[in-house]
């Protein structure tokens, strides 16, 4: 099972609302990312979890909270959002977070900002 | 820092033609790794093939192989046998020891039928 699956496929919310982006892999992969991703750009790491510790933020906002409650799950939890963090978020994992280590990505998130 | 370039943002090939995708990066380090990575639309990205950069054999998967010019940092994707499964968002990516990660730009191909 090669599969990174993410939940809701879409989600429209406020920016008074409070809601979470869930990810979830079953091949024992230690490593797991997040990433934002605007239409027809690369995608941009977010976070990274290794062996279930944050190990990288690089400098996201603090309405952004990345939650790895265990070595299969990976949450984004969104507060107060802006209309400019719409984009694609995209989740991945992969073996170890070791530079070699193929990144396996789910399909993503569609999120809007009203 | 590392930079990855990708200076064709958009690109066409004859269904059964062979295209090529070019990718430069800067990095003064002598041991890193290099992908391409494949996102098709509305579908997920997947790695297409990677490269480690102390092998001088360039790394090839089916109708995919790279050209690997470490001197010059040169990582071109060569597409044989085009088919229309092949139109997507190809990115190169590159890796460091030290866990830093990297997307280029990104080539938009579209194989015409």
């Known amino acids: 099972d090669t599969e990174v699956t993410q939940t809701p496929k879409h989600l429209v919310m406020g920016m008074t609302n409070k809601k979470s982006l869930k990810c979830e892999q079953h091949m024992g992969h230690r490593a797991m990312y997040w990433y934002k991703q605007k239409a027809k750009k690369p995608p941009e790491l977010m976070f990274v979890?290794?062996?279930?510790?944050?190990?990288i933020n690089e400098s996201v906002p603090s309405r952004f909270s990345p939650e790895c409650p265990n070595s299969s799950l990976l949450n984004l939890h969104l507060h107060a959002l802006q209309p400019e963090d719409s984009a694609l978020y995209l989740c991945?994992?992969?073996?170890?977070?070791?530079?070699?280590?193929?990144?396996?990505f789910g399909p993503g998130t569609r999120l809007t900002v009203l | 820092a590392q930079t990855v370039t990708q200076s064709q943002p958009e690109m066409s090939v004859q269904e059964a033609e062979t295209v090529t995708l070019s990718c430069t990066y800067d990095?003064?380090?002598?041991?890193?790794?290099l992908f391409w990575y494949k996102q098709p639309p509305s579908r997920q990205m997947i790695l297409v093939i990677r490269?480690?950069?102390?092998?001088?054999q360039n790394a090839t998967e089916n109708r995919f192989s790279v050209n690997f010019q470490k001197a010059a940092k040169s990582f071109s994707l060569k597409i044989s046998d085009s088919q229309l499964g092949d139109t997507a968002m190809y990115f190169c990516a590159f890796s460091n020891t030290g866990n830093q990660f990297y997307f280029g730009t990104g080539t938009s191909l579209t194989v015409i039928p």
């Open positions: 991945a994992s992969s073996q170890d977070q070791k530079p070699i280590d193929t990144q396996y």
């Open positions: 990095t003064s380090e002598n041991n890193y790794y």
């Open positions: 979890y290794s062996y279930e510790k944050l190990s």
């Open positions: 490269q480690e950069a102390y092998k001088q």
